[in-house]
């Protein structure tokens, strides 16, 4: 299994608050990704780092921020949690350098927010 | 939005038999990738296909690929109950950058015992 640790696995907590999520990796790889999987919606993609310092923005990355200030950590934050982004979170990671590889996937982080 | 749609939505079939499942796409695709998902688990890479590719297999595994129509099936062969699962695909569109796969809603395959 590859090196990708996400935490926390499950979480609680009331619109309005901040929520941070943590996808930490061991095995060096350059671009980490963050995605969450809604029933009906598949898995869509909130933003991406290609390395450390540099991110872009996803398919629904409103409402969310980033930051990698190192290689094996990608952080997800929610500002403001709102009901809409109750949901499970998956970080993934890229298995090569470049592009067109396959993705490594985390064990996910439900998030409820009330 | 979803770049890939996978049908059926969902699929029950009794052991030994083969499960087949199809996804089709919008736009140019680099390649097209196809990855299990086990309930209440991370998704896991079964197998990827290059636009330039017709079949691939891997094991009980047998992935096509028509860029003519934009679609790509999966077939399990010989279904075992440990194959009960979500099954998706994602494409990497074109010249993306960065792996930003794009993924469908999804196959809900049930194996019966």
């Known amino acids: 299994d590859a090196g990708i640790t996400q935490s926390p696995r499950h979480k609680v907590t009331e619109t309005g608050t901040p929520v941070t999520l943590r996808c930490h990796q061991t095995e060096n790889h350059r671009y980490m990704y963050w995605y969450r999987q809604d029933p009906g919606h598949g898995l869509r993609l909130i933003h991406y780092?290609?390395?450390?310092?540099?991110?872009d923005k996803g398919e629904v990355s409103d409402g969310y921020s980033v930051s990698r200030s190192k290689t094996e950590d990608f952080l997800l934050t929610l500002e403001s949690a709102t009901s809409s982004q109750t949901s499970v979170y998956f970080c993934?990671?890229?298995?090569?350098?470049?592009?067109?590889?396959?993705?490594?996937f985390g064990e996910g982080s439900r998030l409820t927010v009330l | 939005s979803q770049q890939g749609e996978e049908d059926p939505q969902a699929l029950s079939i009794q052991e030994g038999e083969n499960a087949t499942m199809n996804c089709s796409y919008k736009t140019s695709i680099n390649n097209l990738q196809w990855y299990r998902q086990n309930s209440g688990r991370g998704l896991v890479h079964l197998i990827l296909i290059r636009s330039n590719e017709r079949e691939k297999h891997s094991g009980r595994l047998r992935v096509t690929l028509d860029t003519s129509k934009k679609s790509s099936s999966l077939l399990i062969t010989a279904s075992r109950a440990a194959d009960t699962a979500s099954y998706f695909c994602a494409t990497v569109e074109g010249r993306a950058a960065g792996n930003k796969l794009t993924f469908g809603g999804g196959t809900r395959v049930l194996v019966k015992p």
């Open positions: 780092s290609y390395g450390v310092k540099d991110t």
């Open positions: 993934a990671i890229s298995g090569r350098q470049t592009n067109t590889g396959e993705l490594f």
